[in-house]
């Protein structure tokens, strides 16, 4: 059910959890305030509790109060990339954030997404709590349909149409006076090179401890078994690419052009949930691509959503 930003705003006021678009992927949303709304939202995607959400605000301002402290470059990244696909982990006040939105966890993950009708809606209420619209452990949604097929034609949806990116926002966090991803996502290596003057390293683990707890789960499945190859080798059903040719496929679901890293992640979900949608049991997933840029993001999501 589509509502405007005005009734989404009067929602989310009243503890209810509306759906939101972003430019990576649309959200599930729930005002900070409303503890209640929050742990709905666990519950609504199955969730596990272990696993925190991202506070979305409407500046970098706006994460000061919660913050003890700011790690050195934060500004830089912050300037660069807010409002846009980047999330930072911040140490934070414990007493300001509830501990079921951040997982008891002594940080908590903050962005400022570019979409226009979600910033509008996050001057009139935030921070805004929000997971990807999705069931744990399915692709995100990208677009109303989606979040309407897994949560009904009654779920209350703001319509920012197809989401410009189709991943998720790439996550840093600050561990002894650098940056590591934690995420992968729609800002590459490459991108937070040119403003940290470093290529951050992608980590899991620092000390033994995990990182990020979603990277662990199942994630981006969907219910086709997906196989991942170099060529494509028993090609009943194949997810690739414009210029190449699947000699015998029955069906090919083409996420793009090989270059056009951008249009292959915008469609990246959205083929997966397509595989469900014509009831394709098994497909096999075309991996002879970059392993630069972008593409590392792709690269990642595709191997995530055929592990499982
Ligand atoms: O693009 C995005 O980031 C989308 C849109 C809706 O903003 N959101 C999104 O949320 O992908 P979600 O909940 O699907 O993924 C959030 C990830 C999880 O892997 C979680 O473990 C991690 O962020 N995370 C959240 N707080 C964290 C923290 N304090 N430390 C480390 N990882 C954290
Ligand atoms: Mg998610």
């Not at 949608?277 to 055929?306: C, F, H, N």
């Amino acid at each position: 059910m589509k509502i405007t930003v005005n009734e989404a705003k009067q929602r989310l006021l009243s503890g209810e959890i509306v759906a939101i678009p972003t430019e990576t992927v649309y959200g599930l949303a729930a005002w900070l305030l409303e503890e209640q709304a929050i742990n709905a939202i666990f519950t609504l995607k199955g969730r596990p509790a272990h696993n925190p959400l991202i506070l979305h605000i409407a500046n970098k301002e706006a994460c000061y109060q919660f913050v003890s402290e700011l790690p050195s470059g934060f500004s830089a990244l912050a300037d660069a990339f807010w409002p846009g696909p980047l999330t930072l982990v911040l140490p934070i006040k414990e007493e300001t954030i509830p501990a079921v939105a951040r997982a008891s966890l002594p940080t908590a993950a903050f962005r400022v997404p570019s979409h226009p009708l979600t910033l509008q809606l996050l001057q009139q209420v935030q921070p805004l709590v929000a997971p990807s619209a999705n069931m744990s452990g399915s692709p995100s949604g990208t677009k109303p349909e989606h979040v309407e097929h897994d949560f009904g034609q009654n779920f209350p949806v703001v319509d920012g149409g197809a989401a410009q990116h189709g991943v998720e926002s790439t996550i840093l966090l600050h561990n002894e006076g650098v940056w590591q991803i934690a995420r992968l996502g729609a800002i590459s290596p490459e991108m937070l090179a040119n403003v940290l003057g470093y290529t951050p390293e992608i980590v899991q683990k620092n000390e033994g401890k995990i990182v990020c707890p979603g990277q662990l789960l199942q994630h981006y499945a969907p219910q086709a078994r997906l196989q991942l190859a170099e060529i494509p080798q028993q090609k009943n059903f194949v997810v690739g690419y414009a210029s190449r040719h699947y000699e015998g496929a029955k069906k090919v679901y083409i996420l793009g052009n090989l270059n056009d890293p951008e249009g292959v992640s915008h469609r990246l979900y959205d083929t997966l949930r397509q595989l469900d949608q014509d009831g394709v049991l098994e497909a096999w997933i075309d991996m002879a691509i970059p392993e630069y840029g972008l593409w590392k993001t792709i690269r990642e999501r595709l191997s995530r959503a055929a592990s499982r």
